[in-house]
């Protein structure tokens, strides 16, 4: 793979990213709450338990401000 094409498949999983990060943030505020998180994940049929949900949540909350920011997402 030369880096011209390695550059577009980033830009391109960059893009998919922030699509779906989009799609999980109704309000729109440009952070993922845990209801947000847990709605998305019934959404796409799975049955996650809350402890499960805020290991993952918690994991991901690098700077532990209770949100995940679309940086930490990535």
């Not at 699509?19 to 109704?26: A, E, P, T, V, Y």
Request: hydrophobic share 40%; aromatic share 12%; proline share 3%.
């Amino acid at each position: 793979m030369s880096a011209p094409e390695f550059r577009t498949f980033i830009e391109h999983a960059e893009s998919q990213l922030l699509l779906l990060f989009r799609s999980i943030d109704h309000d729109r505020d440009g952070r993922l709450e845990r209801g947000e998180l847990r709605e998305a994940f019934k959404a796409a049929g799975l049955v996650v338990p809350a402890r499960k949900l805020n290991d993952f949540f918690n994991d991901i909350d690098v700077n532990c401000d209770g949100y995940i920011s679309f940086d930490e997402w990535r």
